[in-house]
C-alpha cells in the first residue's frame, strides 16, 4: 500500500511565486489602534451632568424675584422672556451647541444672586427631546441648577 502524504506548503507554491508575511500589518493595525483609542476625546452624557430634574409650579406661585423664562416652541425656537422683550436663539434645530443660549445664559449666571439665577423652562407638548437635553446641558454648562417647569 501507498501511503498519500499531503502536500506541504512550500510545495503548493510555486517556484516563482512569492510567499506573503501579513505579521508586519498586524504590528501596524496595532499601532493605529493604539493612536485612535490615545487621541480620542471622550464627551459627558446627559446622565453625567449634576443637574436636578425641574419640577413644576403653576404659574399663580412665581416667586417674587422675576426668574428667567426660557421657551421652546414647537419649530425648535428657544425664546428668552417671551413678551414685549423676547429675545429668540437658536433656531437651527439641527445645531446641539445653541451658542448665543450659552452666551446669554452665561452673563445671567454672573449678575444672577449667589451665582444661581432661578429659571423657568416653558416647554410645547411638540417639542424634540433632544432640544429640551440641549437647553438642559446649555444650563448645567452655564452652572444654573435651580430649574422649574412652568405649566
Known amino acids: 500500500m501507498k501511503k498519500h502524504q499531503r502536500p506541504t506548503r512550500e510545495d503548493s507554491l510555486a517556484p516563482d511565486e512569492p510567499g506573503l508575511d501579513i505579521s508586519s500589518l498586524i504590528d501596524v493595525c496595532f499601532l493605529l489602534l493604539i493612536y ?4 480620542t476625546t471622550i464627551q459627558p452624557r446627559e446622565q453625567d451632568l449634576r443637574t436636578t430634574v425641574p419640577g413644576i409650579i403653576p404659574s399663580d406661585h412665581i416667586p417674587p424675584i422675576p426668574p428667567m423664562l426660557i421657551e421652546l416652541r414647537q419649530d425648535g425656537g428657544v425664546v428668552v422672556n417671551p413678551g414685549d422683550a ?8 439641527d445645531s446641539h451647541e445653541l451658542p448665543n443660549l450659552r452666551d446669554r445664559l452665561a452673563s445671567v449666571a454672573a449678575l444672577g444672586p449667589s451665582g444661581t439665577p432661578r429659571v ?16 438642559l446641558n446649555c444650563l448645567a454648562g452655564a452652572g444654573i441648577s435651580d430649574i422649574a417647569l412652568q405649566d
Not at 423657568?120 to 437647553?135: A, G, I, K, S
Request: hydrophobic share 50%; no cysteine.
Open 36 to 39: 485612535f483609542l490615545v487621541t
Open 120 to 135: 423657568l423652562l416653558r416647554v410645547d407638548n411638540e417639542v424634540l427631546q433632544q432640544r429640551y437635553v440641549d437647553v
Open 86 to 93: 423676547a429675545e429668540v436663539f437658536d433656531g437651527d434645530i
